[in-house]
């Protein structure tokens, strides 16, 4: 059973820059993809960036190409976000997800979720 745990998200205004981390426990972390999805109010679960289990690839969706990186430390069994250039429709709840083999942006894929981080975006 692998436990996650967000680090705590955020007010930054636009065009500001936040990182998020997420620590994992419970388990072998580098058997698992990490992905990051966010949900804003009244919309479904979206993948915004995930990870390989080697940190060699990486997926971004169209929304946050250029602006989001993802990336991993396997030692420190910690995944973070960094989002530069943030936009108001940037605002949502932030979720780290861990999936047991390959690189994958499916939601399906991700069997361990953490509970989930606010980050807020002001105009």
């Known amino acids: 059973q692998v436990q996650l745990v967000e680090s705590e998200g955020g007010l930054v205004q636009a065009g500001g820059s936040l990182r998020l981390s997420c620590a994992a426990s419970?388990?072998?972390?580098?058997?698992?993809?990490m992905g990051w999805f966010r949900q804003a109010p009244g919309k479904e679960r979206e993948s915004v960036a995930a990870?390989?289990?080697?940190?060699?690839?990486?997926y971004y969706a169209d929304s946050v190409k250029g602006r989001f990186t993802i990336s991993r430390d396997n030692a420190k069994n910690t995944v973070y976000l960094r989002m530069n250039s943030l936009k108001p429709e940037d605002t949502a709840v932030y979720y780290c997800?861990?999936?047991?083999?390959?690189?994958?942006?499916?939601?399906?894929?991700?069997?361990?979720w953490g509970l989930g981080t606010q980050v807020t975006v002001s105009s």
């Open positions: 419970g388990g072998t972390f580098s058997n698992y993809s």
């Open positions: 997800a861990a999936a047991p083999g390959a690189l994958t942006a499916m939601r399906i894929s991700y069997a361990y």
């Open positions: 990870i390989s289990r080697s940190g060699s690839g990486r």
